[in-house]
T-cell receptor, first 113, second 114 residues
Framework: AQSVTQLGSHVSVSEGALVLLRCNYS??????LFWYVQYPNQGLQLLLK????ATLVKGINGFEAEFKKSETSFHLTKPSAHMSDAAEYFC???????????WGLGTSLAVNP | DAGVIQSPRHEVTEMGQEVTLRCKPI?????LFWYRQTMMRGLELLIY????????DSGMPEDRFSAKMPNASFSTLKIQPSEPRDSAVYFC????????????FGPGTRLTVT
């Protein structure tokens, strides 16, 4: 069985500061891992994905995440926050291709001027 | 491509009424998902279809909920009778069956049951 824990339901950073959103997973098989972003009043969109290739994954809008098996983590980072990054971010895991996504509860990111 | 289309965008109804939510997936996608999002429970998968066939409906809360996909370009989620606790944002998403992790979401339907 798979599960996802996102540490911190709300994160607030200053514009230009580092963004770090934490995600830990549990999986009995090698996982696929994902970050999705939800802007206000919109549906979710895929930000980046890890599907057993390179452990450092780059996504859209300058975000990246690193798969660390030893820590069962897949934290999302961005070196410099922009006001437009304010959104809800969801981490998800699946047991491989064609398997149901298991979602975290989400982390709301606020960016202060 | 127009993306995933959902209608209506907002629905306000009284308890006991029937509610039908509609979804048109991206052309060429053969997997379709219905989700419910609330503050308390987060994002919940209700049901998903592959090639118009329901594969997993374990997330459907109870018999008041039903979903259909009569063809590759249309799906409905029906609640009958509706209750105040059904108030939520309902999302439809679609994907290729070969990449069900790469889902494209519609804008959602915000349902309020009074």
């Amino acid at each position: 069985a798979q599960s996802v824990t996102q540490l911190g339901s709300h994160v607030s950073v200053s514009e230009g500061a580092l963004v770090l959103l934490r995600c830990n997973y549990s999986s009995s098989v090698p996982p696929y891992l994902f970050w999705y972003v939800q802007y206000p009043n919109q549906g979710l969109q895929l930000l980046l994905k890890y599907t057993s290739a390179a452990t450092l994954v780059k996504g859209i809008n300058g975000f990246e995440a690193e798969f660390k098996k030893s820590e069962t983590s897949f934290h999302l980072t961005k070196p410099s926050a922009h006001m437009s990054d304010a959104a809800e971010y969801f981490c998800a895991v699946s047991a491989g291709n064609n398997r149901k996504l298991i979602w975290g509860l989400g982390t709301s990111l606020a960016v202060n001027p | 491509d127009a993306g995933v289309i959902q209608s209506p965008r907002h629905e306000v109804t009284e308890m006991g009424q029937e509610v039908t939510l509609r979804c048109k997936p991206i052309s060429g996608h053969n997997s379709l998902f219905w989700y419910r999002q609330t503050m308390m429970r987060g994002l919940e998968l209700l049901i998903y279809f592959n090639n118009n066939v329901p594969i997993d409906d374990s997330g459907m809360p109870e018999d008041r909920f039903s979903a259909k996909m009569p063809n590759a370009s249309f799906s409905t989620l029906k609640i009958q009778p509706s209750e105040p606790r059904d108030s939520a944002v309902y999302f439809c998403a679609s994907s290729l069956a070969s990449k069900t992790y790469e889902q494209y979401f519609g804008p959602g339907t915000r349902l309020t049951v009074t």
